[in-house]
């Protein structure tokens, strides 16, 4: 099969682990022909957003990209905002897909993609969305004019010739129905999604990574990774490590550091022989330090390395919102009014051995609800 992924509605970055990547990985090592179609917006250094010129290349997992400009007459703002691209519809011609998927539901080019269905209606048109109200519409014009009116017409206008609307969570499912008017039966539930290791392969990454970092079979890793900014609660995290010793436990930090908070941590990482700043890392040595890991920790918003880290069989300490109580069954905690970081982390002190167990069952979650090889071959049928 041909199958076409655009990512004119969010970001796309090269050598990453987000679903944009790792769909088309998996398409492609399924066999199928695979093509991405991307805007410009990308993250500059690992740190923030910013923008690359148009250009066509070969990503590092052998797919042909295309980055798209933004058409021409609108302000800077009004461009990023109306999402409106130039030659997509012939890109869609020239590559001809039999599957798309449109990564990101608020979008002018909905329109365009909608369009080329008319015209070929045996190609199969999914949307997904990941807009959510933790991160979207948070003022009254951006809520009432951007997503009420203009996205809506956009989504209400394509809705018809859609297969499927794809929602990552269930918060992006509720602000889908509030917002664009999309019935459930016109929607269908899509995680955010990791890679499930063999046994063999997970047991020698997390063996080496272990002895690289010195770390013995008794110690406890515990892993907090992404955009570390505010309010990831990073700093939160280093609070409660640095509040008391906890014999045993080790607290390694992967990823950019937020301009917001980067003196603050410098300070704190001061005289904190328990803890490890990184710094940003390329994701196959994420995913080691996610096999390394005993209990991966996100106290704060959320991240897509949550999944990665429940497919990598992490014990997970998350934020208590309804997209991570799907996915914390016996296999983690999640904080709240009742229960603190530090009180998670003196119960992990104390009985270690009951993170073995919640691994198992982080796998179960893994393989059964998150593996990415399943939600990609969801695309065939």
Not at 47 to 68: A, F, N, Q, W
Not at 272 to 288: E, N, T
Not at 310 to 318: A, E, F, Q, T
Not at 353 to 377: C, F, P, V
Request: overall charge positive; some cysteine; charged content about 25%.
């Amino acid at each position: 099969m041909r199958i076409l992924h655009t990512c004119l509605s969010n970001f796309y970055v090269d050598r990453m682990s987000y679903q944009e990547n790792v769909l088309p990985r998996k398409n492609r090592e399924d066999g199928h022909q695979v093509q991405i179609i991307a805007s410009c917006e990308t993250y500059i250094k690992a740190k923030k957003l910013g923008y690359v010129p148009p250009s066509s290349y070969i990503t590092e997992d052998g797919i042909p990209i295309c980055r798209l400009a933004y058409r021409r007459g609108a302000p800077g703002f009004a461009k990023r905002k109306l999402r409106m691209h130039s030659g997509l519809m012939g890109l869609l011609e020239d590559f001809s897909p039999d599957v798309i998927l449109f990564h990101g539901i608020c979008g002018w080019e909905l329109l365009t993609v909608a369009k080329y269905k008319t015209h070929h209606p045996n190609t199969r048109l999914y949307a997904d969305t990941h807009t959510d109200a933790h991160n979207s519409a948070r003022s009254l014009i951006s809520k009432h004019i951007l997503h009420r009116l203009y996205y809506r017409t956009i989504v209400r206008l394509a809705l018809p010739h859609l297969d499927r609307v794809l929602f990552t969570t269930p918060e992006t499912g509720d602000f889908a129905r509030r917002n664009y008017g999309i019935p459930d039966t016109a929607m269908e539930y899509f995680p955010l999604g990791g890679e499930v290791y063999p046994d063999r392969l997970y047991g020698e990454r997390r063996t080496e990574t272990r002895r690289r970092i010195g770390l013995c079979d008794e110690d406890i890793l515990v892993l907090q990774a992404g955009k570390l900014e505010r309010r990831k609660k990073v700093l939160e995290s280093i609070r409660a490590f640095r509040e008391r010793e906890r014999e045993g436990l080790r607290l390694v930090l992967v990823g950019s550091v937020g301009n917001d908070i980067a003196d603050e941590l410098d300070s704190l990482l001061q005289d904190a022989p328990s803890i490890s700043y990184l710094g940003w890392q390329h994701y196959s040595v994420l995913m080691d330090y996610l096999c390394a890991a005993d209990v991966y920790l996100q106290p704060g918003s959320q991240s897509a390395i949550m999944q990665s880290a429940v497919c990598l069989r992490c014990p997970v300490v998350l934020d208590d919102v309804p997209s991570h109580r799907a996915l914390v069954r016996g296999n983690g905690w999640l904080l709240n009014g009742s229960l603190s970081l530090s009180n998670v982390l003196d119960e992990v002190a104390r009985k270690p051995g009951e993170l073995r167990d919640m691994s198992a069952r982080s796998l179960h979650i893994g393989k059964t609800l998150l593996d990415y090889k399943k939600l990609a071959a969801r695309l065939y049928r």
